[in-house]
C-alpha cells in the first residue's frame, strides 16, 4: 500500500493585504495610546477591505510589544504602535531594540507637557512658579508618573533649566498624580496636555505653561515655555512602524492609507475630543525625527541617573 503525505495546510497569498493585519500595542486597554489604535485599525481597515486585529502587548514599558515586533516576519501583516517610550527604553536597559531595529511607518498624533497647579493656588504665572521655585529649593512638591516615564524626564528637565531642584512624588501614572494635585498632597504636576485638559476647563487646575515648540490649540492662552526663555520641549507623541526589511511598496501602501485615515476630518475630530493633536508624518520624516527623538532621550536619560545606554 502506498502512503501519501496530507499536503500542508497554507494560507494562500494573492495581492497585499491578502488577509487580516494585526497592530500590535504596547498599552493596556482602556487608554490614549488603545483608543487611538482602535480608531486608527477601524479606519484603516475601511481603507484596505480587510480586517485590521489590535493586540496589546504589555510590560516592561513598552519592551515586550517593541521586542515582539521586532521579531516578527517584515512582511506588512504585523505593525507595531510606536510611542515615545521607542525612544526612551532603551537608554533605560530595558530591552535591546532601539529605533534602528524598525522601518518607521507614520506619526500620527502629539500632546505636549504642562506644568498644572491648582485653581486656588498662589502661583498665577510661571514667572511666579519658578521664582519661588528658585528661592525654595526643594520647597516645592512636584508629582510626575513614575520613574523613566516622559514626564518624570520632562520634570527633571525643567529642574536643571530653571536652576533649582524640585521634591518628585512618583505616582504609577498621570491620573494619579493629577487626582493628587486636586486633592492638594502636592503642590504641582507635570502632565500630558490631554491629562489635565478636563479638570482645566473646568476651572479646577491651572495651566502654567507648556512645554511646546509653539502654543497649543486646547489652550491658546497658556505661553510655551520657550515664550518665556526656557528651550523646553516635551512631547508624547505616538506613531506605528514595520518590522525591519518589509518590501518599499507594502510600505508605501501602508503609508498612504494610514495618512488618508490621520488627515481625514473624521480623525481629526475624535483626537481634539480626546485633547490630542494630530502631527502626520510619512515615512521618510518620521524616520528623521524617531533618530533625533532617540539621541535626545540619551543624554537626558543619563543625566537623570535613571539608566544606561542599550545601544
Not at 239 to 249: E, N, Q, R, T, V
Request: glycine share 10%.
Amino acid at each position: 500500500m502506498l502512503a501519501f503525505a496530507a499536503p500542508a495546510c497554507t494560507r494562500q497569498e494573492g495581492p497585499f493585504p491578502s488577509h487580516e493585519i494585526r497592530l500590535i500595542v504596547h498599552a493596556a486597554p482602556g487608554g490614549i495610546s488603545d483608543g487611538v489604535s482602535r480608531y486608527i485599525a477601524r479606519e484603516l481597515q475601511q481603507e484596505l477591505r480587510m480586517p485590521v486585529i489590535v493586540e496589546n502587548r504589555v510590560g516592561g514599558g513598552g519592551a515586550v510589544a517593541f521586542s515582539y515586533v521586532a521579531a516578527s516576519k517584515p512582511d506588512g501583516y504585523t505593525i507595531g504602535y510606536a510611542p515615545v517610550d521607542l525612544a526612551i527604553v532603551p537608554h533605560l536597559g530595558y530591552v535591546r531594540v532601539s529605533p534602528a531595529d524598525f522601518d518607521p511607518l507614520v506619526m500620527h498624533t502629539r500632546a505636549s507637557a504642562a506644568l498644572a497647579v491648582r485653581a486656588d493656588a498662589k502661583w498665577k504665572t510661571l514667572e511666579e512658579f519658578i521664582e519661588t521655585a528658585r528661592a525654595k529649593r526643594l520647597g516645592i512638591n512636584l508629582a510626575t508618573a513614575g520613574p523613566g516615564s516622559l514626564w518624570q524626564l520632562g520634570s527633571i528637565e525643567l529642574s536643571h533649566r530653571i536652576g533649582t531642584e524640585f521634591n518628585y512624588v512618583p505616582f504609577p501614572g498621570s491620573g494619579p498624580s493629577v487626582t493628587a494635585l486636586l486633592g492638594g498632597h502636592v503642590d504641582a504636576v507635570v502632565a500630558g496636555v490631554s491629562e489635565v485638559r478636563n479638570q482645566a476647563k473646568a476651572g479646577n487646575l491651572r495651566l502654567l505653561g507648556v512645554m511646546a515648540p509653539e502654543r497649543t490649540p486646547l489652550f491658546p492662552d497658556v505661553p510655551t515655555f520657550k515664550e518665556r526663555g526656557y528651550d523646553l520641549v516635551f512631547q508624547a507623541w505616538g506613531g506605528l512602524m514595520l518590522p525591519k526589511g518589509i518590501p518599499a511598496d507594502r510600505r508605501d501602501q501602508l503609508a498612504n492609507a494610514l495618512l488618508k485615515v490621520i488627515q481625514g476630518d473624521v480623525f481629526r475630530r475624535f483626537c481634539s475630543d480626546a485633547g490630542i493633536e494630530v502631527a502626520p508624518k510619512g515615512p521618510d520624516e518620521f524616520t528623521q525625527f524617531l533618530r533625533g527623538e532617540f539621541a535626545n532621550f540619551g543624554p537626558i536619560v543619563k543625566t537623570a541617573g535613571l539608566g544606561i545606554s542599550a545601544r
